[in-house]
């Protein structure tokens, strides 16, 4: 039968609307999982150009079912061409760029957009190029509409840690904590951000709460192992190491603070086998060196001891305070061997890096005990006196130094009697 025009305008005008109805279609072949009958029904459209946004909207879903990622991408880069107003595509298109990590691609799509998961990707990606103003800025934006949300809270704190600062990220993992005690994550985070601002105190206490949660969990037994260490009570840093040993974290760190804190409680037995372990892991490690040279000295073996010091001191970096804390090593070494020359030699060397006249005075006793040369002695015994103060009495004040005050005597003994050794000599002038 030929339809009248009164028929055709009816056909157009009260009909359902097709490309509605071919939508719904495909919407529920994807919910039925039918994600090739999909791509089957889209194919003969793709070939005559009559795409609609829904059948790119619904195509790119199933083809990401269907982990082809490159066709999804060229179907949704079709899309976004013939419908660059469609938001919808828009988002599938920044999305399929970002999960294959093409930043570039997504970050002028994902800037368009208003949603609060583009907003979290471009974010991400700012994070991913250090531009960590620019994520804390969205993050915080976004947390103003939704300020208990946990991810936007720790990704926030995550950033102000990564630019030091610390207050900041305290504040924020606070907050997080507040919002789930037992965030792991955030307490580890929590624990360092403390440690990073030298509140040893906080950082052991953190680390104490998540080990009560789980005590085996490493990261908090380093935590707690380092602020004893940092507040100078080995013994409790050597337990803590102890744990993580049984716990098979033998890492160079964990060998290094456990061998270190062993030598600071004198069990120096412990100490060189954990210390000549982490010298195996890193022989390059100015601590492992200067600590296991000194380990060695306490054990009396002193050959040894001066092989790793020197190594030390090869690696030492340009600080006068480590390299006075080397020679002050040395000295004591030199004596223990009996080296009198060379811990004469260390003396001058300490008195040209710190210019303390505390070691012209050494240099004298050394001279006049160990290397029996008044002459030497006498002329540092006098450049000693002339450079200590003039006003240094016999009577202690309330500020002195106590030690200066008594070298000082000492050493004005010492030069009297070898002023009068020198007299009766002829040696003086």
């Not at 529920?28 to 089957?40: D, M, T």
């Not at 990707?121 to 300020?147: M, P, V």
């Not at 409790?236 to 060998?255: G, I, P």
């Amino acid at each position: 039968m030929r339809l009248s025009s009164k028929h055709i305008i009816f056909f157009f005008f009260f009909m359902p609307n097709l490309s509605l109805l071919k939508a719904q279609e495909l919407e529920s072949l994807f919910i039925q999982k039918q994600y090739n009958r999909i791509e089957n029904l889209t194919a003969k459209k793709i070939e005559s150009g009559t795409m609609h946004q829904q059948d790119y909207y619904w195509l790119s879903l199933s083809l990401e079912q269907l982990e082809r990622p490159y066709e999804n991408l060229k179907i949704l880069q079709a899309g976004n061409e013939q419908f660059p107003k469609d938001t919808s595509l828009t988002e599938l298109l920044a999305f399929a760029y970002y999960e294959m990590g093409d930043y570039k691609m997504a970050s002028p799509l994902l800037a368009e957009l208003k949603s609060a998961d583009s907003q979290i990707k471009l974010a991400r990606i700012k994070e991913f190029y250090n531009q960590t103003t620019d994520a804390l800025q969205i993050y915080e934006s976004l947390l103003e509409a939704d300020e208990d949300n946990l991810f936007l809270i720790k990704r926030i704190a995550h950033n102000y840690y990564k630019i030091d600062s610390f207050p900041k990220a305290i504040h924020y993992l606070d907050y997080a904590i507040g919002l789930y005690k037992s965030d792991i994550e955030s307490l580890y985070l929590l624990s360092k951000a403390y440690e990073k601002s030298e509140n040893y105190e906080k950082s052991l206490e953190i680390a104490s709460i998540a080990l009560d949660i789980d005590s085996s969990q490493t990261n908090f037994l380093r935590q707690a192992g380092k602020a004893n260490f940092q507040m100078k009570d080995y013994q409790k840093a050597s337990d803590f190491f102890m744990q993580c040993y049984a716990l098979n974290d033998t890492a160079l760190f964990v060998q290094k603070l456990f061998g270190i804190s062993n030598h600071q409680i004198e069990a120096n037995l412990a100490a060189e086998v954990l210390l000549k372990s982490a010298y195996r892991k890193d022989s390059a490690n100015f601590e492992v060196c200067y600590f296991l040279g000194r380990t060695l000295k306490a054990l009396r073996k002193y050959h040894e001891s001066i092989e790793y010091l020197q190594k030390a001191y090869e690696l030492i970096q340009p600080n006068t305070d480590n390299l006075i804390a080397y020679h002050v090593e040395m000295v004591i070494i030199r004596k223990q061997l009996k080296q009198y020359q060379k811990m004469y030699e260390e003396y001058q060397i300490l008195y040209e890096l710190s210019k303390d006249p505390v070691y012209v005075y050494y240099m004298g006793s050394t001279a006049q005990y160990y290397l029996k040369n008044k002459a030497m002695a006498f002329r540092h015994y006098e450049t000693y006196l002339k450079l200590t103060p003039d006003d240094v009495v016999e009577e202690p004040q309330e500020d002195a130094d106590e030690l200066s005050l008594s070298i000082r005597k000492v050493a004005k003994e010492n030069y009297e009697l070898l002023k009068k050794e020198r007299f009766f000599e002829g040696n003086l002038e």
